[in-house]
């Protein structure tokens, strides 16, 4: 057995089944050792964004990590925009990066840069593995890192992939979390007792079934609200779970939410602040005097902080719980005529099915959506988490991977779809069950939407020139069908709403051109 | 004026006149200054890579930098695997990267990221503005960073760019080298006179007619061979200029040629390497007991450095200096029959034109062209430097840019293709002049060398699984049409020569799938 023989060992031993790989020649006997390794899954990327990006997908699904496998620096900065919307969707990801030799590096060859310098950028958690001796142990510690919800990058230079390493042991290491900070938890129980209006903003593993449970029985012996950041990774919706709002994204819808507000929990969330710096805004939007409360911090396990607090606030009875809980009553009914955010998201709502994902990147073409969804069947939603632009196709493979069964529709902006248009091939290739709505307006909306708040209406032609994507047009039918996957596309929403249909019941990845009205 | 319409202002005294863009909110005030400065062209790129790729490709052809406008980190760490092989190609490339308001950045909205520290993998010089006071001086001293043959990187936060900077001087600074190291070049000098077996690698702006010119002198003077790194940046080629022998990138070959020589001396070059480090192999390929001398360092200029070892050496007559210099005489001949290597290589060598441009990332395709090219008429020519693949395309929206009246023709991997597909909807939005010729061997066949190499003669389903790319096939035709680029294609070396006289001959881009045979 071989280095890279052992490190498979080791990640399959602990837990990890799949392997996102755009591997080189520092790579090979990782390469080499998936043919030993049965239970480990490999899946081509043409890019290493889609790589990374399904490897999030993945982890957001299933609450436990995919590998990414990763050619040297370069390979890894092709990942990091995917990466970074890993890191703030706090969704559990482990990065294998080949290294040159470590007898080779000092003589820097052409590809050599410093990968741990890129890879702290983005992982909560990295290390370059220093002797084959300790590769097994690494191997174990990356996934165990990664598996606490963070980004996790393990170096493997190529001579410890090669070395011998018959007489190691395989290690397994168990995830643990920190325990809970109960004086937190405290301070928030008190706080929460008072009856004071309470936004309690949920986020990572709040958000997903048993967390939004404990937080619908916080919510019916309090009477608190029960809010997200503007981007959560994953939320688990729809059924009879609690409807959680969303923060807006522009500053001023999102001050005037949060204006309601005497204090502000935060459970598993991000510090809500403004998504940019506007002159003359706050950057944080709850108001001033409110009182900020986390009952956590990175490193634990915030569902067990929410039931600590639940706990701590007393037993509402059933039908208080239920109280603000889904009841599947707001199945929206099927719009037609011309496709524009409005009509696209309700024809989505009306047809997205039972137990299926929505990847959410349709930008300013899905802004109706989310509210328009709360009522429907149980499905899984994502979102951009980090505003790298890119995430959604990739984030769809990795979905659909981790959840054969279910169906992913992946509502995709343009602009954003064009970063990495590669994950359409390994759709084709994985016969994925993807149903990517394409959202063809043409141009970076989001960008003059900000333009325009920046006081310039009428922007010139430079300014135009990077906001259009329409000259020349790009025929994403054409596109998609270069790259395996079956294309059509749709003028109206009566059309959409037939061909969503279509798509859903044929097996396999399809792409559905829609064409917004601008 | 604000502050992002002083730092164009700036940027055009100081020789900048393209900006390769994908901007977001935080560059909005220099996106709106773009309409204010006429002395910039600005190229939307649909992806950062095509961005900075494209910079590289402009620096390299012109020897002047272009500027790249990217959005925060992510924006930027897109555009780093192109980045490092301008870092390797010792390109002048300028970047300016957008960031938070510098007091938002605190608040950690999403897309917060370390900037500096990705710009640190690949910058010979970074900076972050501090106040817009600065802002003229950042910008010009970026710029002259930049270029002196480097990436140089800027990041300016929203507010500064938003700042009124009506009394504040635009500054010009005029890039300057370091002196010629005297004592380094004597040394050289010295050795060459001693008649021991020599051979000069050259690289930068050694490669460029005017360093070659005087390398040719030096050649005449003291019997030196000229050689260059595997993977230069860019090499002016053909006509009378003298032809540079390229190191090859297999070690047991590169050594062989190295055994040759008793001294190697460095000019503007790498320190030659093997490319990877390969088990019982020396990192280096200079034998041992080879006497090694650099005649110059980075943040030198090394045309300069030979012209003084030049001057040391003596003065050759022009017959002496012509010797070994091209004739144009070896014009290959029009092949027939299936495209292979060879096939492909002689027909591009045969039909490029008089002054066209070479952007080679063909890969195991294009290995023969090289040599098979030295005879050709004046051209110039480019490989892949670092290593990091997808500079293909990018590097030839820029060339084509910086060089309008030149043809500009890429042979094109399919599998790094892959990487930065995005740059053909450039192509086409900018009518550039640019035939791709598109290497469809169905997978990394690179890698699938270096798999034999390592022993894997019979590589298993997941080594073969992560090496083709052929399943499902990429319809190269209908994703370049899908990007506004039309496209066709070929399958023998006639149809081959006959669809590449007529893309060479029609204005605006072409691509031509070349189905390479297995």
């Known amino acids: ?55 999030d997908g993945f982890g957001r699904v299933l609450d436990r990590p995919a590998m990414a496998l990763l050619h040297l620096g370069p390979g890894f900065a092709n990942g990091i925009a995917c990466l970074h919307n890993a890191r703030r969707a706090m969704s559990p990801v482990v990065n294998v990066i080949g290294e040159h030799a470590s007898w080779h590096r000092h003589a820097d060859p052409p590809l050599n840069m410093d990968i741990a310098a890129l890879a702290g950028t983005v992982s909560g958690w990295k290390r370059t593995c ?70 309690m903003v949920l986020g990572g593993r709040a958000l997903r079934i048993k967390g939004l449970l404990t937080a619908a029985r916080i919510r019916a012996a309090t009477g608190c609200d029960l809010l997200a950041n503007s981007f959560p990774g994953y939320v688990d919706r729809g059924g009879s779970l609690p409807a959680v709002t969303r923060i807006p994204y522009f500053p001023e819808s999102a001050m005037e939410l949060m ?4 204090v502000v929990v935060l459970a598993g969330a991000w510090d809500p602040v403004t998504f940019f710096g506007y002159e003359g805004v706050p950057g944080s939007v ?9 009952i956590d911090h990175s490193g634990q396990d915030v569902s067990e902080a929410l039931e600590a607090l639940a706990d701590c606030v007393g037993r509402p009875g059933k039908a208080a719980v239920a109280k603000g809980c889904g009841t599947y009553a707001k199945r929206s009914s099927l719009p037609t005529g011309p496709l524009t955010p409005e009509t696209v998201s309700a024809v989505i709502a009306a047809l997205q099915p039972e137990e299926g994902i929505v990847v959410d990147e349709g930008l300013t073409t899905s802004f109706p959506y989310y509210p328009l969804s709360h009522g429907c069947a149980p499905h899984g939603f994502m979102t951009i988490a980090g505003g790298a632009i890119g995430y959604g196709m990739p984030c769809a493979v990795g979905a659909a991977l981790a959840a054969p069964g279910r169906t992913v529709i992946n509502i995709q902006a343009d602009g954003s779809a ?35 708040r920046a006081g310039l209406t009428d922007p010139g032609k430079a ?37 969503m249909k279509r798509a859903m019941k044929e097996p396999g990845p399809h792409l559905i051109e829609m064409m917004i009205k601008r």
């Open 463 to 499: 300014a135009r020139a990077l906001v259009d994507i329409d000259s020349p047009p790009i025929d994403w039918v054409d596109l998609s069908r270069g790259l395996g996957v079956s294309a059509t596309r749709v003028e109206d929403a009566r059309a959409l709403a037939r061909e």
């Open 130 to 199: 220093r002797s084959h001796r300790s590769l097994s142990r690494d191997m174990a510690a990356v996934i165990a890192a990664g598996a606490r919800g963070q980004v996790a990058s393990l170096i493997i230079p190529n001579d410890h992939q090669w070395a011998d390493c018959a007489d190691i042991p395989v290690i397994m290491a168990s995830p643990s979390f920190e325990p809970v900070d109960l004086e937190a938890v405290d301070r928030a129980a008190r706080v929460l007792r008072t009856g004071r209006r309470t936004a």
């Open 418 to 452: 064009m970063y990495t248009v590669q994950a359409l091939w390994t759709m084709a290739r994985e016969d994925l069950n993807v149903t990517t709505l394409l959202c063809n307006n043409g141009g970076y909306r989001i960008i003059a939407m900000e333009l325009e």
């Open 259 to 262: 204006a309601r507000y005497d």
């Open 1 to 55: 057995m071989n280095g890279a023989e052992l490190a498979l060992r080791t990640a399959v031993l602990n837990g990890v089944d799949i392997c996102f790989a755009n591997a080189g020649t520092t790579e090979i006997p990782l390469v080499a050792a998936l043919d030993k390794e049965p239970g480990i899954r490999c899946v081509l990327g043409l890019f290493e964004g889609v790589c990374t990006g399904a490897a």
């Open 286 to 294: 709850i108001p001033d005097g409110a009182a900020k409360i986390a």
